[in-house]
Structure formats: structure tokens, C-alpha cells
């Protein structure tokens, strides 16, 4: 099972921007789709993006779209989530996760999080 390490999370002004990255351990990201989430306080969780190994595919929450940009190392470990017009509505613990089947349905593991504040 691939281990995950999320980093990049911080307090930011809205307007900025943060690159996140997912950094896998154990095994590479060959063959698996890697999502962010993210969960805000009083809210559910939620999607934010993902990437397939295969073939680049991604697909973006409509709250992502046009700001955030998943996208991925040629040496299969690491995944970023760059965000950018960023807005207080963003403020939550993003989290990586893995998909071993490389659809993005079946997320089996999740790493640690990585908290963002975006002030007004």
C-alpha cells in the first residue's frame, strides 16, 4: 500500500496562491488515480480534483475550476494541487488520496492532511 505525505498547506491572502504537494512512499503512483479533498469545519467533505496515472485525465470540482490545477512529477511520486484566486470559502485541511485502481472511484489511502487559511 502506498503511503501519502501531503505539504504546501498555510495561511494565505485571499486573491493568493499555494501549491500543495502529495508525495508517495512505499510504492510509486503507477497505476493509481491520486484525488485532493478537502474538509472545512460544520462541512462534509469534499472533491477537489483528481488525476489518473494512466493517461493525465483529470477532473475538477466546479468550485475548482478555472483556479486549481491538478498535476503530477514525471517520477511517479509526487502530485500537486496548485491553487490560485484563492478565497476564504478555501479554507480546509486538504487531504491526498489513492485510488489503486486507477479510476478515482475507490480511494483505499489517504494521507495526513494539510491544513489552508485563506484570510479575507
Known amino acids: 500500500q502506498v503511503q501519502l505525505v501531503e505539504s504546501g498547506g498555510g495561511l494565505v491572502q485571499a486573491g493568493g496562491s499555494l501549491r500543495l504537494s502529495c508525495a508517495a512512499s512505499g510504492r510509486t503512483f503507477r497505476h493509481y488515480a491520486v484525488g485532493w479533498f478537502r474538509h472545512a469545519p460544520g462541512k462534509e467533505r469534499e472533491f477537489v480534483a483528481r488525476?489518473?496515472?494512466?493517461?493525465?485525465?483529470?477532473r475538477y470540482a466546479d468550485s475548482a475550476k478555472g483556479r486549481f490545477t491538478i498535476s503530477r512529477d514525471n517520477g511517479m511520486n509526487t502530485v500537486y494541487l496548485q491553487m490560485t484566486s484563492l478565497k476564504p470559502d478555501d479554507t480546509a485541511v486538504y487531504y491526498c488520496a489513492a485510488d489503486p485502481l486507477g479510476i478515482g472511484t475507490t480511494y483505499t489511502a489517504w494521507g495526513q492532511g494539510t491544513q489552508v487559511t485563506v484570510s479575507s
Open positions: 488525476i489518473r496515472w494512466r493517461d493525465s485525465n483529470t
